[in-house]
């Protein structure tokens, strides 16, 4: 990654709130000169039967990673301080939503989350049952899919805004390797496990201007099956202003916080995960 899209990511970071700021300013303004009925308008908020955005996501990752054995317990790894992974991404996101009762909508989400660094280990790591030495140098890899299925009912379904309750399942899908070379001698360890989760929670959708639809969702599930345990808490909140009637711009800003342990792993391993991400996310709106 060069040194201006770093600069790039560091403002989208620090200043998201100016951004977000300055975007509806610009919306509301470009409002002031909309001709048609907000009240009687076609094609409010229950109207439309597809929603599709599609953008740039920019999150801030926080990542902590533990694979044990069945003869010990492995390190625990700070993947961006002590594997020097990238903190701050640039990566693709789709978003959609079906209306398929006047009630109801599926909503779906995918990103893919890749990162991969080569570094000279700065203490022992234990990955499973084997020990990477101090002083070797290594390349870790971890990349995980984040895929999203939710139903929304809505309990609440004025003309323009409706709210209600969800449910929805989720796949994280991790896979993360390290591996070295020392002596012309290879060794290397992989760990993969897809999360499952059903997540329960609230949702709220309005047309705050005839072009400008915000939404807003907060997701909760917790598990615990013997010594397994998996904690999730995810939140959204979006604006689509759509320019023409049916594309338009957007800007969101979404938390995912997710705790997993004693997650069985790739073989006889065992493991501990703590992953955060979260961030704005920029894209390509549009309703028919």
Known sequence: ???????????LKFDSKKIIFLFLTIMFICDIGWSQSYTSREGDSINPRYYVWAGMYF????????????IGIGTEIGLEDDLNLSEDLGVFRLDGMIRLTENSQLAFTYTGIKRDRSVVLEKDIKFGDTIFSVNSGVKYK????????TYRYNFFNERNWNAGLSGGARAVIINTSIRSQINNL?????????????????HGSAYLTPRLLARYSLELFYLKIEDIRINIIESNASVHYFIFKNVGLGLA????NYRLTNLPLWGDSEGKVNFEFGGLNMYLTSRF
């Not at 999150?59 to 069945?70: A, C, G, H, I, Y």
């Not at 290879?186 to 609230?202: D, H, I, Q």
């Open 1 to 11: 990654m060069s040194t201006s899209d770093l600069k790039i990511i560091h403002i």
């Open 59 to 70: 999150p801030n990752m926080n990542t902590s990673l533990r694979v044990d054995s069945k």
């Open 142 to 149: 971890f990349n995980v899919d984040y895929i999203g299925a």
């Open 186 to 202: 290879n060794r290397g360890r992989e760990a993969s496990y897809t999360a499952p989760a059903v997540l329960f929670g609230v």
């Open 253 to 256: 800003y979404s938390t995912n």
